[in-house]
């Protein structure tokens, strides 16, 4: 598959150059104002929701995230739009590009600056650069690449540009590992409904959701925070 990174009047764009077939292109874009994101931030249950629970939101209470695996930024910026101070870390430099191009969009929106101040973006592999941020972070967020099979909460297609760019992530349980040293209060894992846990550490508890779930760390021992 080729695939070209351009600018169009909407933004960085990554486009299937000659997609086989006559096929429409496929495009990846980050669009933080996008109708579906605004639906989900009206409808999508507040702090109620299942994503909110999972990561320590309480009335109160907003931790701050480091979304380790930060992909098109849509679970990170729920976060921030929920009131958490959110680092996003994301280790394909095209991936991080396109979210970098959604993030400047969004601080150039006055309706929604202050989401956009809450977000920050590294590109890197977070294995290193967890252990490299200014504070640790309350929560750790993982959604490592579901196994091709499983079903994605992503539409096919933009599932099908992102596997093309960055593969399976087959490091995740090491991922996991170093997170639970790192976070002061816990670490997310998001998993296919079915799936096994990504490493033989058992979550603390878990949140169903109908395709998903939300594997719980927590971390007792404070790890020294
Ligand atoms: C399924 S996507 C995440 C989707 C994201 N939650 C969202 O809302 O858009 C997984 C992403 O994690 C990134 N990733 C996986 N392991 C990583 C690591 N060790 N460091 C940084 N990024 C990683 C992959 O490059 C990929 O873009």
């Known amino acids: ?20 077939g006559g096929k429409t292109h ?31 939101i309480k009335p109160g209470h907003r931790p701050t995230i480091a979304d380790a695996t930060a992909g098109l930024g849509i679970d990170g910026f729920i976060f921030a739009a929920l009131g958490c101070q959110v680092t996003l870390i994301e280790r394909s430099p095209v991936l991080a590009a396109l979210l970098s191009d959604g993030l400047s969009r969004l601080r150039h929106d006055p309706q929604s600056s ?28 993982l959604d490592p690449m ?3 099979q499983e079903k994605a909460a ?20 090491h991922l996991l590992d170093r997170a639970l040293t790192i976070a002061c209060e816990r670490v997310v894992v998001k998993r296919p409904k079915r799936a096994g846990e ?19 760390y927590l971390i007792r021992s404070s790890n020294g925070a």
Do not use: W
């Open 26 to 56: 496929s495009r990846l874009h980050v669009d933080f104002n996008s109708a579906q994101l605004r639906y989900r931030l009206r409808h999508g249950g507040g702090i109620r929701q299942p994503l909110a629970r999972a990561i320590g």
């Open 146 to 148: 579901y196994p091709k």
């Open 114 to 141: 202050d989401i956009s101040q809450r977000l920050s973006l590294h590109c890197g592999n977070a294995l290193d650069l967890l252990g490299q941020l200014p504070e640790r972070p309350e929560t750790i967020y």
């Open 1 to 20: 598959m080729e695939l070209a990174l351009i600018y169009t009047c909407q933004g960085l764009e990554l486009q299937e150059s000659a997609p086989a």
């Open 198 to 216: 990504l490493t033989s550490t058992r979550p603390s508890h878990a949140i169903h959701m109908k395709n998903s779930r939300y594997d719980v």
């Open 154 to 173: 992503l539409n096919k297609q933009e599932m099908r540009l992102i596997r093309t760019l960055v593969g399976d992530d087959h490091d995740a349980g």
